[in-house]
C-alpha cells in the first residue's frame, strides 16, 4: 500500500496565519493528480508543532475527504507524550486515514525499553497500521536496529519512515525485521539509494513542488529504467538541496508560494527564510523546470 513517492504535505497558511483550508484540499487535489502515491499530513513539514489540537484533527479530516481513497493517507500522530500520541491516533482511525507516522519521542530522551514500551502502548491502544518515524536530527535519539526489530513483531506496526541518512540502516532493517517491513526513505537526497538498499519510497519534503518529477523517478526506477530515474534524481538534487538550506518548512513554503499554491507564512518560531534563501530556491525551481 505505501511505496513510491508519498509527500509530507504543508500545511498551507494564510498570510494573517490561519490554516486556509480550501487552499489545503486544492494541494491535497493537485499532488494526487500528479501522481503522488500517499499523503502524510500534519508532520513537521505541516508544522504539526505550532498547530493546536483542533487543527490537527481538521487537517487530518481534510485531507482524508480530499484525497477521497484515490491514496493512502497517513496522519501525523507522534508526540513525546505517550497518552497524546494516543489520542491523537484515535482520531486519525475515527477520520479515516490509513495509517499513523509516528515520530519518536522528542527531548524526553527515552531509553531503548521506554521507546519500545511507547511505540507498544500505542500500538495495542488503536487497530491502525503504524509507521514508526526515526529522525534523529530532530528527536535527539536514535531507535536501534534491535528495538525496531522488537517492536517489528506487533502485527499493528508495519515500517519505519527512516530519516538518519545512513545506508547501512535499510540494509541492517531488512534482516532485522524482514522483508516485509516497509521501509520508507525520510531524506529526499537518499531515495533511490534507499531504495537499491531494501526501501520501497520516500516521504518527500521536495514532493510538495515537484510532485510530476519525484513520482515519475519512483515509476521508473521500479519499472527498471535506472538510467531514467538518475536523471531525475540529477534534475532534483539542487532543488533538495534548497529545499533545506534554511530549517524547513521554510523554504519548501516559499517554493509553494511561488507556484501559488500557498501562502509562504510559517508560524513562529520559524522565521520567514532570507532573500538568499528565495534567491536560491527559485533558481533551483528553475533549473528543475518548475519555473520560467
Not at 489545503?24 to 504539526?48: C, H, K, M, R, Y
Request: glycine share 8%; with cysteine.
Amino acid at each position: 500500500m505505501f511505496k513510491g513517492s508519498l509527500v509530507a504535505l504543508i500545511t498551507p497558511m494564510t498570510e494573517a496565519g490561519a490554516v486556509d483550508e480550501k487552499a489545503f484540499q486544492d494541494f491535497v487535489n493537485w499532488q494526487v493528480a500528479e501522481g503522488t502515491s500517499g499523503l502524510i499530513p500534519v508532520g513537521t513539514t505541516g508544522e504539526s508543532p505550532t498547530l493546536s489540537h483542533e487543527e490537527h484533527h481538521r487537517v487530518v479530516a481534510l485531507c482524508v475527504e480530499a484525497a477521497g481513497g484515490r491514496v493512502p493517507v497517513i496522519a501525523g500522530t507522534g508526540s513525546n507524550s505517550t497518552a497524546e500520541a494516543i489520542e491523537l491516533t484515535r482520531h486519525a482511525k475515527a477520520a479515516g486515514a490509513d495509517a499513523a507516522l509516528v515520530v519518536t519521542p522528542y527531548y524526553n530522551k527515552p531509553t531503548q525499553e521506554g521507546l519500545y514500551l511507547h511505540f507498544t502502548a500505542i500500538a495495542d491502544a488503536v487497530d491502525l497500521p503504524i509507521i514508526i518515524y526515526n529522525i534523529p536530527p530532530r528527536s535527539v535519539i536514535d531507535m536501534s536496529v534491535e528495538t525496531m526489530a522488537r517492536l517489528a513483531k506487533h502485527p499493528n506496526i508495519i515500517g519505519v519512515k527512516d530519516a538518519t541518512a545512513n545506508l547501512t540502516r535499510p540494509l541492517h532493517t531488512r534482516l532485522a525485521c524482514g522483508t516485509d517491513f516497509c521501509q520508507l526513505s525520510g531524506e529526499d537526497h537518499t531515495a533511490l539509494a534507499f531504495r537499491a538498499a531494501g526501501g520501497v519510497g520516500c516521504i518527500s519534503v521536495t514532493a510538495n513542488v515537484a510532485p510530476r518529477l519525484c513520482a515519475e523517478m519512483h515509476a521508473a526506477w521500479e519499472a527498471g529504467r535506472i538510467d531514467e530515474a538518475m536523471a531525475i534524481q540529477d534534475r532534483l538534487t539542487p532543488l533538495h538541496d534548497a529545499m533545506f538550506c534554511e530549517t524547513s518548512p521554510g523554504p519548501v513554503k516559499y517554493a509553494a508560494s511561488l507556484l501559488a499554491k500557498s501562502s509562504a507564512f510559517c508560524r513562529l518560531p520559524m522565521a520567514p527564510v532570507a532573500d538568499a534563501t528565495r534567491a536560491r530556491v527559485k533558481a533551483a525551481m528553475v533549473t528543475a523546470g518548475l519555473l520560467n
